[in-house]
């Protein structure tokens, strides 16, 4: 079963060709549905086949390599086609063409009114192919590749309703603002090859531990440009401007980015290259303090926001700052466990908001929601789940036992320590408030003036209810398979990513565990209890606050996420636009003007007339006379070309016989 890894990718790369090629004309609805949400079906299937191989069987080193084809063979430079299987990349196949599959099914019923439906599906087949080509590359040179075909994906899935100019303005930002990142990643990868003479993803670990001293200025070089290219990836600080305005996509789409795919490229990214950052302990520093600064900021963020889609969003941004603490904590499996956790709760917030949406007909408002507990049941109890889940809501749900693991861990490490564990923990209470205000105003409370009981909501049909449903039994059950030492001591998720991440280097004794956790589960009950009290019991407190100058003020700057994108603009828009202007105004036209035209032009009036001239004029004077000589030949009369004919006749006759 192995080896039929290279499938994996086959079948939703294969899936995209037949929509493309075949187009929507070509093929009917139903056959669009099947090749799009199939192709996706067949890559999961076979990933859980090969994963039960894996598990049953493991190959020898825990690691199955499977060479396709020479792609470069340039001097030293020999690059193949060839995908790695480990535990880590077992992992990370399984959510995307699991949960990838799930949002495929939700998308052929939310999105079967598309007029592209057909271009919906070839698009989202591409970026779970190129998702998996990235997770599975056995070398950077592939792994870029996927990493590119994520970001041109999301370019085309953003801007999917590319006839608002508003979702094309998003698809743009996103793809200029990741490219940044991408640009230190394409240089990293030269640095990588200059220095160590190769690609491949384990000779180059290995070769980096054996060659570079630990803070060595190349190492801290190589560490920081693979970071720049995950932080873009990732929407972290500072590049994290691009997130919230990417929800102008499908919601299947937000789901798929979110979750599956291209946010967490950077987590694996860093996670894969660990052995990198372990010799750069600056570059895991920055590492940690970028990701404890964005899940706070962004926690902020989401408490403002009215769009569901935009508090999801910058959730999620929050929830990725989590895994980076840990990346740069050196907990390498809790940021990957958090990821796994992180995969089903956040697809289920966004397909069940998805579903919401519909039934309010394309608002996004929080505001204009409320009392849709009762009339919309699957939808809430599934959104309540996710909601539990992202909160980290103690003992029962996934995200209890990922997020547990960060604080522990990040308190645990000599990497970390109790200021990074404090900062985790008030993301807790921040994660448990902001989620929350969405759950009591969208479904508790009084119905808006938009939601009135005799309205007529749009119900989920099945194929929207099963991966609403089965996400929130993984969103509950998923964190059972890493329990902590005072809950049980099942670390099989751990244990499991041992043979890819290198585990955890804890120096003495760092704490009493229960502690730590009544602490932070305090923290979630307590954003939990505030969301409940100042948000459905006296709303008119939030109103208050919102509405005096200092909550006004605040309010507005914590909505437009800190003022990044207005620094943005006026650091690098506002003057490349003005240079542009400038350009516009003849400025270059001018100096071209001054140092091309008019020399050559006071040349030509030097050199008018001169011999050169004339005698180019002579010869057209000469073609002309032949011209005109030749035409009189032409006179319509048949005997005189009958006797032109005879003439001729004679003189070839004459001159054979002279000869």
Known sequence: MLSLLWLVPAFPLAGFLVLTLLGGRRLTHAATTWIGVGSVGLSALLTMLIGVEFLAVPPAGSVFVQTLWTWMNVGKLNLAVAFRLDSLSLTMIFVVTFVGFLIHLYSAEHMAEDEAYNRFFACMNLFVAAMLV??????????????EGVGLCSFLLIGFWYREEANCRAARKAFLVTRVGDTAFAIGLFLLYTDLGTLQIQPLLQGAAAKWGVGSGIAVAAAALLLAGAVGKSAQLPLQVWLPDA????TPVSALIHAATMVTAGVYLIARMNAIFALAPAVMAVTAAIGTATLLLAGMSALVQRDIKRVLAYSTMSQVGYMFLALGAGAWSAAIFHFWTHAFFKALLFLGAGVVITAMEEDHDIFHMGGLRSR?????????IGAASLSALPLVTAGFYSKDKILWDVFSSPRGGAVLWAAGVAGALLTALYTFRVVFRVFFGAPSSRVTESSPLKQPGLRIAIPLLVLAVFSIGAGFV??????????AFSNFLMGSLPPLLVSGMPGNEVILQIVAAAAVLLGLALAYVVFLRRPDWSAKLAQSPAGDTLGKFLFSGWGFDWAYERLFIHPYVRLSQLNKADVFDRLMDRLVARPYAALARFNRNDFFDRFVGWIAEFNAAVARALRTLQSGYVRWYAAGIVMGAIILIASAVLR
């Open 482 to 491: 890493e329990l902590p030492g005072t809950l049980g001591n099942i670390p």
């Open 134 to 147: 990235l997770v599975l590359a056995d070398n950077l040179a592939l792994l870029y590749l996927g990493w």
């Open 376 to 384: 919309m049941p699957l939808a809430f109890w599934t959104f309540l």
């Open 247 to 250: 929800m102008a996509g499908p």
